[in-house]
T-cell receptor, first 116, second 114 residues
Framework: NAGVTQTPKFQVLKTGQSMTLQCAQD?????MSWYRQDPGMGLRLIHY???????DQGEVPNGYNVSRSTTEDFPLRLLSAAPSQTSVYFC???????????????FGPGTRLTVT | DAKTTQPNSMESNEEEPVHLPCNHS???????IHWYRQLPSQGPEYVIH???SNVNNRMASLAIAEDRKSSTLILHRATLRDAAVYYC???????????????FGKGTKLSVKP
């Protein structure tokens, strides 16, 4: 298994540009989520999904959109990039509630985004 | 959401045990205690979790106070590779829906000296 993969690893955007951060997992996990991590801080939840076709907002959803058309993919869209969105973005997945291993979230390697 | 309190940083010598404390005085009866760690320039990784009893796995041990208001992550022999930020997180026993989300604090930055 490749686990959780994220592309790109690095990205520089100008203010106002839009882009999509890609996240994919090959573990057939129902639960997926996006976090952002600012320097010296812990991770904050942006959006999450408990299954294909279902998404919900986390702690800091403004300026981001998500969709979940398949179990494997959970892209994060930045609608109009702002310097405040400069951060490292992590995608995570875990098995559904009731699965013996549902306690563990698996994280991708991250995408480092800079908005100038 | 129930919060946790951890020291900002700790130091250890290589091959010595490390005890990382966490206070969670407002923990509810259905909250599990989870520990994750984040190595430099990587995503977080699961370390261990428990509810009431002490837990052991290949990575670490988790000692939980009898009143559950505090816990300690124990690395039995620290290696240079254990240098990371360690996060203590409370998570409701129903991992589905919003209860499945992890709420990260700033964690404890562990430095390991050779």
């Amino acid at each position: 298994n490749a686990g959780v993969t994220q592309t790109p690893k690095f990205q520089v955007l100008k203010t106002g540009q839009s882009m999509t951060l890609q996240c994919a997992q090959d573990m057939n996990h129902e639960y997926m989520s996006w976090y952002r991590q600012d320097p010296g801080m812990g991770l904050r939840l942006i959006h999450y999904s408990v299954g294909a076709g279902i998404t919900d907002q986390g702690e800091v959803p403004n300026g981001y959109n998500v969709s979940r058309s398949t179990t494997e993919d959970f892209p994060l869209r930045l609608l109009s990039a702002a310097p405040s969105q400069t951060s490292v973005y992590f995608c995570a997945s875990s098995p559904p509630s009731g699965d013996p291993s549902s306690y563990e979230q698996y994280f991708g390697p991250g995408t480092r985004l800079t908005v100038t | 959401d129930a919060k946790t309190t951890q020291p900002n940083s700790m130091e250890s010598n290589e091959e010595e045990p490390v005890h990382l404390p966490c206070n969670h005085s407002t923990i509810s009866g259905t909250d599990y205690i989870h520990w994750y760690r984040q190595l430099p320039s990587q995503g977080p990784e699961y370390v261990i979790h428990g509810l009431t009893s002490n837990v052991n796995n290949r990575m670490a041990s988790l000692a939980i106070a009898e009143d559950r208001k505090s816990s300690t992550l124990i690395l039995h022999r620290a290696t240079l590779r254990d240098a990371a930020v360690y996060y203590c997180i409370l998570r409701d026993e129903d991992y589905g829906g919003s209860q499945g989300n992890l709420i990260f604090g700033k964690g404890t930055k562990l430095s390991v000296k050779p």
